[in-house]
């Protein structure tokens, strides 16, 4: 039998869509209500009343076209994965635009058992066979009310941000040497001057939190070592940035500059603060570790170039 490919007719069909688990189903309503995603967004392949694939896109609200797709399952053969891509993607990804990149949450351990191992493998290879490829894999990190935060080490000091440039400016310093997939990509289409400036305009100014919020850190003399943006981002309070300038990398700085950070949200009582960071970035890891965070998810990246 040959399937339906169709988006859903509206928030009466999210049972429907929300057929197939993921952990993004409970917020789907939600997202719906505050325009962050739309119906024609949200797409099934229907054989009979069975649904053997879906496929969700999210923006920030109010957005023209969607910013992510977030949502992919496949609960029958790949091919149902390929042809409901194949279909969604045409209707929702303006002709002629790339389509916007695919994240999917992962279990950590999502390799080590064939069971969780096989449904992420049929999603990457539908993916692959529209044209999308592996940009990068992620750790999720969760800090947890009541875990011990590191004291700062008293070597830096601590104050709000003067003004966009002065941040932008660090940040600019920062992407030098990064190991971060998305800064190294930036670079190879911008300098780092106008990626700094587009993360600040299309993602740091965007925050609703208080922007007081956000820390410069510097040396004794004043002189600036790196930052931390500690944010909400509408479903949690969020580490959004943090880094270190090259020429203070490798002395630990970045252990104060997140403890600083992370001690801001806790003392507003928040249950849970949320980061990530690339696997490959190894020196943000430990930090994120040794900070308090552990691993409660892995994330999936994939892009069409
Ligand atoms: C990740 C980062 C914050 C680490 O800051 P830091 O204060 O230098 O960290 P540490 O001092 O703990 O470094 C630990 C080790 O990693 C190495 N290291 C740190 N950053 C590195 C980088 N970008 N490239 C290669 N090695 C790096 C250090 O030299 C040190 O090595 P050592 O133990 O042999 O001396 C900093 O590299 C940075 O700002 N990177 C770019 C922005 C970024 O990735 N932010 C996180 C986004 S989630």
């Known amino acids: 039998m040959t399937s339906t490919l169709r988006p859903i007719s509206g928030p009466d069909e999210l ?4 057929r197939l688990p993921y952990v993004l189903n409970d917020e789907i309503a939600a997202d719906l209500a505050a325009g962050r995603r739309r119906p024609e967004w949200l797409w099934l392949a229907l054989r009979g009343d069975r649904v053997v694939a879906r496929a969700g896109w999210w923006s920030r609200a109010g957005d023209q076209h969607p910013l992510l797709m977030d949502i992919f399952d496949i609960d029958g053969d790949v091919d149902d994965g390929v042809r409901l891509l194949t279909t969604a993607l045409a209707a929702v990804v303006p002709s002629g635009a790339t389509p916007p990149e695919y994240g999917r ?8 058992h064939r069971r969780t191992r096989q449904p992420v493998e049929d999603r990457m290879e539908a993916l692959h066979r529209v044209g999308a490829k592996l940009f990068v894999e992620r750790l999720r990190l969760e800090w947890r009310r009541g875990t011990p935060i590191p004291a700062p080490g008293g070597r830096l000091a601590f104050r709000p941000v003067r003004d966009p ?113 690339d696997v490959g970035n190894v020196p943000m890891a430990a930090a994120f570790a040794r900070a308090g965070y552990s691993t409660f998810e892995r994330q999936i990246e994939m892009i069409w170039q």
Do not use: C, K
């Open 15 to 18: 049972d429907l869509f929300n």
């Open 105 to 112: 949450f992962l279990p950590p351990d999502w390799r080590d």
């Open 165 to 277: 440039d002065e941040l932008i400016a660090l940040m600019t310093l920062v992407l030098d040497g990064t190991l971060d997939a998305h800064g190294r990509d930036d670079l190879t289409r911008m300098t780092a001057e106008q990626a700094a400036r587009e993360q600040y305009r299309q993602e740091l100014a965007r925050y609703a939190s208080p922007h007081e919020w956000w820390r410069i850190a510097t040396l004794p003399d004043g002189e600036p070592v790196g930052f931390v943006i500690p944010a909400h981002n509408g479903y949690n309070p969020i580490i959004a940035y943090v880094g270190v300038v090259p020429a203070h990398r490798g002395r630990g700085y970045i252990h104060d500059v997140l403890a600083a950070g992370t001690s801001l949200l806790a003392a507003q009582g928040v249950p849970r603060i949320r980061a990530a960071t």
